[in-house]
């Protein structure tokens, strides 16, 4: 079946390290890709996109990298920070099925002081 | 900046009861969601409105409607609350074409 979903449900990295959240999906008619962050009790926060036609997307501390050979994203953290302790997810929004946003699971970031 | 509010962030509602989660955005978005939100299952799309008075539904519509009778609007509706209907409910909006999706701070609905 398809699916986005991510490779691991949780990462814990040391203040100041990189972090990489990986995501895999399915559907190669996919063409827009969303990263969200969701800190505890609050709603998902858009962190970055990407559309099908880059590999790469670079903003404040974070970058995000699309292989659609492999259908890979992946959202680089530099030099985490406590403050960037939550849940990941990534979204897709698949060609043809308006404007529908296909969420993973979500990976739970903790930072270690 | 884009806001999205849910009407109430906690909710406790008994089993049968008709229940209703209000979504209201300022930014003129066409397109609005209801999302339900469930440990290990991340966001599932209950429905969706490309504009005033449509709708769609998502991956999981049962036990569920929506309205959306002003463009700013978009209500989901229990019309007969259960247990495995206790969850994190999260409205979002945008203007779709390829575009984010802003949420709101999402409503914690208990059912007993």
């Known amino acids: 079946g398809e699916s986005v979903g991510l490779h691991l449900p949780t990462l814990s990295v040391q203040e100041g390290d990189n972090s990489i959240i990986n995501c895999a999906y399915s559907n190669s008619a996919s063409d827009y890709f969303i990263w969200y962050k969701q800190e505890s009790g609050k709603g998902p926060q858009f962190i970055i996109d990407?559309?099908?036609?880059?590999d790469k997307r670079q903003g404040q501390r974070v970058t995000v990298l699309l292989n659609k050979t492999v259908k890979h994203l992946s959202l680089q953290i530099a030099a985490t920070q406590p403050g960037d302790s939550a849940v990941y997810f990534c979204a897709e929004n698949r060609q043809g099925t308006g404007n529908q946003f296909y969420f993973g699971t979500g990976t739970s970031l903790t930072v270690i002081p | 900046d884009v806001k999205v509010t849910q009407s109430s962030r906690y909710l406790v509602k008994r089993t049968g009861e008709k229940v209703f989660l209000e979504c209201v955005q300022d930014?003129?978005?066409?397109?609005m969601f209801w999302y339900r939100q469930d440990p290990g299952l991340g966001l599932r799309l209950i429905y969706f409105?490309?504009?005033?008075?449509?709708?769609e539904k998502g991956d999981i519509p049962e036990g569920y409607s929506v309205s959306r009778e002003k463009k700013e609007r978009f209500s989901l509706i229990l019309e007969s609350a259960s247990t495995n209907q206790t969850s994190m409910y999260l409205c979002?909006?945008?203007?779709?074409?390829?575009?984010?999706?802003?949420f709101g701070q999402g409503t914690r609905l208990t059912v007993v």
């Open positions: 979002a909006s945008g203007l779709g074409g390829g575009t984010e999706a802003f």
């Open positions: 409105s490309y504009d005033v008075k449509m709708k």
């Open positions: 990407i559309r099908s036609n880059m």
């Open positions: 930014m003129d978005h066409e397109n």
